[in-house]
T-cell receptor, first 112, second 115 residues
């Protein structure tokens, strides 16, 4: 069974700082997804990465996919309080039903 | 258009009671998923429907958990004889038809508390 491990588990920073969170898999990703979840809401898809070495940018967020497709990182530049939330990585793994396997998440708190 | 709708948003029940959680997927979405999310953790898969067919129920933790989607639209997750460890947020997600894995759209969940 594929396991996704995220680090750090919790991160508290000041507005304007940069940060990086990580996602590592026990097996090769099929298609890795990053979600952000705010309190009381469901996860919202940020990006999907498929190709080893791929880099995607979404405004101040930069997503990297490791060459071996077993790790990924999310870098946020100049964090803002609106970035606060739970960041989750997820993969479909070997499933042919589309079900997602999630990491345990990184809780980010950005203080004004 | 409307997103995935779940009801109730909050449910408090006494240990031993039965509960039913409802999910209204996005219209036209063929696939429907239920996940369980403990506090501060990532969601864990419970079960999957394609239209009215339940194709994967490998994540249901016990036979007290039952899900149905009789007409291929609305789905209900039922938990019988609830126990304290059932306390969690239950998320529903739907995805459209198409080749390969389609993006899942999540509802805001039902927060279940068992006293």
């Amino acid at each position: 069974t594929q396991l996704l491990e995220q680090s750090p588990q919790f991160l508290s920073i000041q507005e304007g700082e940069n940060l990086t969170v990580y996602c590592n898999s026990s097996s090769v990703f099929s298609s890795l997804q990053w979600y952000r979840q705010e309190p009381g809401e469901g996860p919202v898809l940020l990006v999907t990465v498929v190709t080893g070495g791929e880099v995607k940018k979404l405004k101040r967020l930069t997503f990297q996919f490791g060459d071996a497709r077993k790790d990924s990182s999310l870098h946020i530049t100049a964090a803002q309080p609106g970035d606060t939330g739970l960041y989750l990585c997820a993969d479909h793994g070997s499933s042919n039903t589309g079900k997602l396997i999630f990491g345990q998440g990184t809780t980010l708190q950005v203080k004004p | 258009g409307a997103g995935v709708s779940q009801s109730p948003r909050y449910k408090v029940a006494k240990r031993g009671q039965d509960v039913a959680l409802r999910c209204d997927p996005i219209s036209g979405h063929v696939s429907l998923f239920w996940y369980q999310q403990a506090l501060g953790q990532g969601p864990e898969f419970l079960t999957y429907f394609q239209n009215e067919a339940q194709l994967d129920k490998s994540g249901l933790p016990s036979d007290r958990f039952f899900a149905e989607r009789p007409e291929g639209s609305v789905s209900t997750l039922k938990i019988q004889r609830t126990q304290q460890e059932d306390s969690a947020v239950y998320l529903c997600a739907s995805s459209p038809p198409g080749r390969g894995n389609q993006p899942q759209h999540f509802g805001d969940g039902t927060r279940l508390s068992i006293l």
